[in-house]
Each structure stands twice: as structure tokens, then as C-alpha cells.
Nanobody, 114 residues
Framework: VQLQASGGGSVQAGGSLTLSCAAS????????MEWHRQAPGKQRELVAR???????NYRESVKGRFTIARDAAKNTVDLQMNNLKPEDTGVYYC?????????WGQGTLVTVSS
């Protein structure tokens, strides 16, 4: 699966951004779609996941602020990020798991200033 991430940018704390991950096949047929992030000097971490059945999971620190959802019209998996905090800063990557194979999109940078 080819993935293309977009939507990063710079915002102040408390602001919002929406990231989109476009896929080369229907996002409704991909087993798992995820957003990960990597802050400077830190390991990449899972932020949110959506399964083929629509079930979602979130990292504890983003619960209530981030929402992962699939958009049928655009064939994307979007990450709506509200009430952003400086600790949300990092490069965000989309990731897919489909028939036992995993693929990564290029990263998109999110910078949150205090």
C-alpha cells in the first residue's frame, strides 16, 4: 500500500490541525491504519489506530483530544488533533497493515509552540 501523508504545520498550543493519509487502495479494506509520531531525540510511538471494523485505539496522552477516522470521499485516514500541546510536536507518519505487510508513508511535521 502506498501512503501519502499531509496536513502538518505550525500552531500555537491549544490550536488544531488535521492530518490526512491517502492510500493507494480503499482505506476500508486495509486491516489496520495507524498514525505514529516521532519527537526529536525520541523513539517513534503509536498515536492512534483504526481497524477494518472501525474500532479505534489511542495513546493515553491524546485521548479526548485526537480523533482518527476514515473519509470515504477522499479515501483517507484522518487524524483530527485538537487542543494541541508542545509535547505533541514531532514528525507524524501513517502506517498500514494489509495482508501481513506493513507500509509507511513519508512523515509530516507538526510543531506546537507554547
Amino acid at each position: 500500500v502506498q501512503l501519502q501523508a499531509s496536513g502538518g504545520g505550525s500552531v500555537q498550543a491549544g490550536g488544531s490541525l488535521t492530518l490526512s493519509c491517502a492510500a493507494s487502495r480503499s482505506v476500508f479494506n486495509i486491516n489496520v491504519m495507524e498514525w505514529h509520531r516521532q519527537a526529536p531525540g525520541k523513539q517513534r510511538e503509536l498515536v492512534a489506530r483504526i481497524g477494518i471494523g472501525g474500532d479505534t485505539n489511542y495513546r493515553e496522552s491524546v485521548k479526548g483530544r485526537f480523533t482518527i477516522a476514515r473519509d470515504a470521499a477522499k479515501n483517507t485516514v484522518d487524524l483530527q488533533m485538537n487542543n494541541l500541546k508542545p509535547e505533541d510536536t514531532g514528525v507524524y507518519y501513517c502506517h498500514s497493515i494489509f495482508i501481513g505487510r506493513d507500509d509507511w508513508g513519508q512523515g509530516t511535521l507538526v510543531t506546537v509552540s507554547s
